[in-house]
Antibody, heavy 124, light 105 residues
Framework: QVQLQQWGAGLLKPSETLSLTCAVSGGSFSGFFWSWIRQPPGKGLELIGQSGQINHSGSAYYNPSLKGRVTISLDTSKKRFSLTLRSVTAADTAVYYC???????????????WGQGNLVIVSS | SYGLTQPLSVSVALGQTAIVSCEGNNLGTKNVNWYQQKPGQAPVLALFRNDIRPSGIPERLSGSKSGNTATLTITSAQDGDEADYFCQVWDSSTGVFGGGTKVTV
């Protein structure tokens, strides 16, 4: 049973950089997209981005609304992936989740495993 | 960008049936996944490819699709079904979520 364990700083000031890491255990790191999703307080889910599939061609996808501030990186040797979000503002305050995105059939990909979530607050 | 529309809330009496809808353009051509999120917890995949339950998801949760509307049905709703439910599809090489529906039992 795959498990995702995430960690990172929970309180940031405006203009700082958000950094979160997610470790994968109990399952393969290859053949999946590794994703970050956030949820502002009391609101819905927003996909931040997903990595390219390991051992397959294809690049990462980032939500255009984040305007080039985001990077998702992979460390295959440690089975970890990370989120970097630069120049944060109060609008970036949210619970951040890491998740595994798995193939579930033609034109079907589902987030089938999730980390526990980290509340990140941006405040001066 | 692609959009999915869900009702903000659905109320259901204990033991009765709740229906949560998810509407989207050309949804009939897409596979729909559903997530259940209980208060203070991470979302859990509840249904994938429209109507398939992962292991551990109770049989009283079921899914269907007709035209541009997908539906999650909770039969004989229990207190433990009180949660937010999100639909999701794969579009333009990424995942797209609906806004979520709060189900109150």
């Amino acid at each position: 049973q795959v498990q995702l364990q995430q960690w990172g700083a929970g309180l940031l000031k405006p203009s700082e950089t958000l950094s979160l890491t997610c470790a994968v255990s109990g399952g393969s790191f290859s053949g999946f997209f590794w994703s970050w999703i956030r949820q502002p307080p009391g609101k819905g889910l927003e996909l931040i981005g997903q990595s390219g599939q390991i051992n397959h061609s294809g690049s990462a996808y980032y939500n255009p609304s984040l305007k080039g501030r985001v990077t998702i990186s992979l460390d295959t040797s440690k089975k970890r992936f990370s989120l970097t979000l630069r120049s944060v503002t109060a609008a970036d305050t949210a619970v951040y989740y890491c998740a595994r995105l798995s193939y579930c059939g033609e034109d079907c990909y589902a987030f089938d495993s999730w980390g526990q979530g980290n509340l990140v607050i941006v405040s001066s | 960008s692609y959009g999915l529309t869900q009702p903000l809330s659905v109320s259901v009496a204990l033991g009765q049936t709740a229906i949560v809808s998810c509407e989207g353009n050309n949804l009939g051509t897409k596979n729909v996944n559903w997530y259940q999120q209980k208060p203070g917890q991470a979302p859990v995949l509840a249904l994938f490819r429209n109507d398939i339950r992962p292991s551990g998801i109770p049989e009283r949760l079921s899914g269907s699709k007709s035209g541009n509307t997908a539906t999650l049905t909770i039969t004989s709703a229990q207190d433990g079904d009180e949660a937010d439910y999100f639909c999701q599809v794969w579009d333009s090489s990424t995942g797209v979520f609906g806004g979520g529906t709060k189900v109150t039992v």
